[in-house]
């Protein structure tokens, strides 16, 4: 159980950071992947997604550090969003032709990798 929270804990850590980043300065982070925001609707929309959406994906990791019969619900929760992400930025490279495209490269390497830490986590859990 010590790995589960921890990787909870480092989880929610990260989306907190990049959640409060994308929230408060939406321009420069979005500039990180080559993102132009023209509009405001496009920096609110910045905002909320790339923003509240993180924060509010961290909060529910850190709820489940103090409800722990959560902890499996969240780890499902990173599993699936980790590899829908990874899945989706994997077609975008082919579709798109981007192996010089390093910010999603980097990305991917994330994303796959906490992945596997959370499906890890589940198999501790099930062994436990």
């Known amino acids: 159980m010590l790995f589960t929270r921890i990787l909870l804990g480092l989880q929610a850590l990260i989306l907190t950071v990049v959640g409060l980043a ?3 300065r939406p321009e420069q982070m979005a500039s990180l ?3 132009l925001l023209m509009d405001p609707s496009a920096v609110t929309d910045v905002r909320a997604y790339y923003g509240c959406l993180p924060l509010g994906i961290a909060a529910f990791l850190l709820l489940s550090q103090l409800r722990l019969q959560l902890a499996r619900a969240a780890l499902d929760l990173l599993v699936l969003i980790y590899i ?3 899945l989706g930025r994997i077609s975008g490279l082919w579709l798109d032709g981007g192996l010089e ?3 999603n490269l980097y990305a991917l390497l ?3 990798v906490s992945a596997g830490l959370a ?3 589940l198999r501790k859990l ?3």
Do not use: N
Request: aromatic content about 24%.
């Open 33 to 35: 992947s080559g993102t």
């Open 110 to 112: 994330f994303e796959v």
């Open 22 to 24: 994308y929230f408060i």
């Open 84 to 86: 829908a992400m990874a």
């Open 126 to 128: 099930d062994g436990a």
């Open 119 to 121: 499906f890890a986590a």
């Open 101 to 103: 495209q390093t910010f």
